[in-house]
């Protein structure tokens, strides 16, 4: 099969007058359908719908070591609910705090307190002219927000089959402006990539010219697998501990996409140094979190092969949607040399790679035919995509039967683009 590129005139016309009068006729559907972030669709929300049939006043509202979850107190968390996520995250209870719903609002809690307060003693980042964060790209555009916010000054890795670029790293981390780097290790945002055992290992090995260097380790995909055959992501903090840098990551995860988004509860595992410090913050932050929720979801799922069982059923429903649109990109651009795109084991998201500087072009078609995709360039920081290439689709909220149609309108879109920049080449 011939590439665009090797078409000839008359090949490369009736190839964009076939691709026109199919986006004409899709675009005559008036169509609606968002896939702009990854939301669960209704069907996985309804997998929760036991949390509300609970009746904590069988144990009193009490929590296993007695507190009333009623009440004030346990600011880390009801003990089982730490001992969960403990589980989850491979770490003892005791390096658990168990909070509210947002893992990003933990994030960002985190990121203000090396801001304001430093890390351990140190210097606080708003004191460090010019203090650089690594943003591994393409990325999430949240993590992104949040440096920014902080006047960051974000410095771009480029992503690789085995995660963000290692060489390009420890060399930027022999800056000591350079103090830190967001990762989301499994089914990362949106590649779908999950970390390799050797670059986990470089992360927690390398030597920093920052001693107070912190990756915020963002475990939002951790048991998200969408087949039987997973991504397997080797345990930072036993890797970090034996090389004397177990302080070096604080994790972070959710229920959001396992239970409910925004009535979720969400938790930080990190060293004992780590976790320490954090509590100091909390003491004057917050008396207690919602530890009601925090029963419910522990009275639901006693362990971590009950998260696994409810994980499966949400695969159940997520894995025909990414087919669906793996299927209709690989039947409609294959072998066209427009277009790559990832196959993810897991997570959320599709990479959807256009041809350089045509990427906007692509999103703007979508837009006017009807379908809303995560704005180009979000994947970056400063929301500026430097090749104009990359496009984050998300498959987890539409029916099937609306991916294979936006599927169609991106392909299109993309034959489209595609096909003008051949043409503006060749004039």
């Not at 009440?71 to 209870?93: H, K, Q, S, T, W």
């Not at 696994?308 to 072998?335: C, N, T, W, Y």
């Not at 090749?387 to 498959?395: M, S, T």
């Amino acid at each position: 099969m011939k590439t665009i590129s090797e078409f000839s005139p008359e090949e490369l016309r009736a190839f964009k007058d076939q691709a026109q009068k199919e986006y004409d006729e899709l675009k005559a559907r008036h169509l609606d359908i968002n896939m702009a972030r990854g939301k669960p669709c209704a069907e996985q929300l309804a997998l929760s719908t036991e949390l509300f049939d609970l009746d904590l006043a069988q144990c009193g509202y009490k929590a296993e070591d007695g507190t009333d979850c009623r009440n004030y107190g346990l600011m880390c968390g009801i003990p089982e609910a730490r001992r969960l996520f403990g589980e989850l995250f491979g770490v003892d209870a005791k390096n658990v705090i168990a909070c509210g719903s947002s893992s990003l609002n933990l994030m960002f809690d985190y990121f203000s307190q090396c801001y304001t307060h430093g890390v351990a003693g140190s210097t606080p980042w708003s004191k460090v002219d010019g203090y650089k964060i690594i943003a591994v790209v393409p990325g999430y555009d949240r993590h992104f927000a949040v440096a920014e916010y902080f006047g960051a000054q974000l410095v771009s890795v480029k992503m690789t089959a085995d995660g963000p670029d290692m060489d390009a790293i420890e060399e930027l981390v022999k800056d000591p402006t350079v103090k830190g780097m967001f990762c989301v290790p499994k089914y990362s945002n949106p590649d779908g990539i999950t970390y390799s055992d050797e670059t986990v290992e470089r992360l927690a090995a390398m030597k920093t010219a920052a001693e107070d260097f912190r990756v915020i380790w963002d475990e939002a995909y951790i048991i998200h697998d969408l087949y039987e055959e997973k991504d397997e992501l080797a345990n930072v903090f036993d890797i970090a501990r034996k090389y004397g840098n177990e302080d070096r990551f604080v994790a972070f995860a959710s229920t959001s996409k396992i239970t409910y988004p925004g009535a979720g509860v969400s938790a930080i595992a990190a060293s004992d140094a780590n976790i320490d410090e954090i509590k100091k913050r909390l003491t004057v932050q917050i008396i207690s979190y919602d530890k009601l929720n925090q029963l419910r979801h522990s009275f639901l799922y006693r362990n971590l092969d009950d998260l696994k069982a409810q994980m499966v059923r949400h695969a159940e429903i997520l894995r025909p949607k990414f087919a669906k649109m793996s299927e209709v990109l690989h039947k409609r651009l294959d072998g066209l040399g427009v277009a790559s795109w990832t196959d993810p084991k897991g997570g959320y998201f599709i990479s959807l790679d256009v041809n350089v500087g045509s990427a906007k072009y692509v999103g703007k078609l979508c837009s006017e035919c009807g379908i809303t995709l995560t704005g180009v360039g979000a994947t970056f920081p400063y929301g500026k995509d430097p090749d104009d290439a990359n496009i984050r689709l998300a498959p987890s909220c539409p029916t099937v039967d609306e991916i294979e149609t936006a599927a169609e309108v991106i392909c299109v879109s993309v034959k489209l683009a595609a096909a003008a920049e051949v043409m503006s080449e060749k004039a």
